[in-house]
């Protein structure tokens, strides 16, 4: 997966497969019965002063950018995949703040006849 785009080159930190449990859909049973999503992140972000030291307070936790996503997903009822994935950006900007952003969202078995297939958006934020 090509995780750099012309915009961001750098250090990042990647979350990827995180499988999700969310109630989004077009169909009322999508959303009151749930369904499988998986997201896949990544977060530009100076790695160097950790990298060099060791020392925890110059990293992040990416432990709680994997614990807001979850307990965003638990919340969320919502038509749209891409409601749903301005939510998640919405709770990793919190966190960051302003830097670059990239997130895939997948729906993993959408409801359409004959198709096995996943559906997914890509979105981004920029810092500035």
Same mark, same amino acid.
């Given at each position: 997966?090509?995780?750099?785009?012309? =915009?961001? /080159?750098?250090?990042?930190?990647?979350?990827? =497969?995180?499988?999700?449990?969310? #109630?989004?859909?077009? &169909?009322?049973? @999508? /959303?009151?019965?749930?369904?499988?999503?998986?997201? !896949?992140?990544?977060?530009?972000?100076?790695?160097? *002063?950790?990298? /060099?030291? !060791?020392?925890?307070? &110059?990293?992040?936790?990416?432990?709680?950018?994997?614990? =807001?996503?979850?307990?965003?997903?638990?919340?969320?009822?919502?038509?749209?995949?891409?409601?749903?994935?301005?939510? &998640?950006?919405?709770?990793?900007?919190?966190?960051?703040?302003?830097? *670059?952003?990239?997130?895939?969202? #997948?729906?993993?078995? *959408?409801?359409? *006849?004959?198709?096995?297939?996943?559906?997914?958006? @890509? #979105?981004?934020?920029?810092?500035?």
């Amino acid at each position: 997966m090509n995780h750099t785009s012309p =915009a961001t /080159r750098g250090d990042a930190i990647h979350v990827e =497969a995180l499988k999700l449990w969310a #109630r989004v859909g077009v &169909l009322p049973e @999508e /959303r009151s019965l749930g369904q499988w999503f998986v997201v !896949d992140l990544t977060i530009w972000l100076d790695l160097a *002063p950790a990298g /060099r030291s !060791d020392d925890l307070s &110059l990293t992040v936790d990416y432990g709680q950018t994997v614990a =807001a996503i979850q307990a965003c997903a638990e919340q969320v009822v919502c038509h749209t995949v891409e409601c749903f994935s301005e939510q &998640l950006l919405d709770q990793v900007g919190e966190i960051y703040g302003a830097c *670059p952003i990239r997130l895939i969202l #997948r729906k993993c078995h *959408p409801p359409i *006849p004959g198709f096995d297939g996943s559906i997914s958006v @890509e #979105r981004w934020r920029f810092a500035g």
